[in-house]
């Protein structure tokens, strides 16, 4: 996956639906956002990420969470 084009997918839209690979080496489908209007306020913000992680916030969950770019990540559905 394409950093730029998910940090873009993240950031414009309302709800984005990605599978990945965990640390432990299960699979995990999550639904995320980056997108400001979305994110409560409550949650401050992601803090600096080396350049192979990526930290969304989890919609689902209601907090960030990262995902390592490196172990392969999916995009499953883009909500607007």
């Known amino acids: 996956m394409d950093k730029d084009k998910l940090l873009n997918l993240l950031i414009n839209k309302e709800r984005v639906v990605v599978r990945f690979i965990k640390k432990d080496g299960s699979t995990r489908m999550m639904n995320c956002t980056l997108n400001p209007d979305v994110i409560p306020e409550i949650v401050g913000t992601s803090a600096p990420r080396p350049e192979h ?24 559905e883009v909500y607007e």
């Open 53 to 76: 992680l990526i930290t969304v916030y989890d919609i689902d969950n209601d907090g960030w969470r990262s995902i390592n770019l490196e172990n392969g990540v999916d995009i499953v």
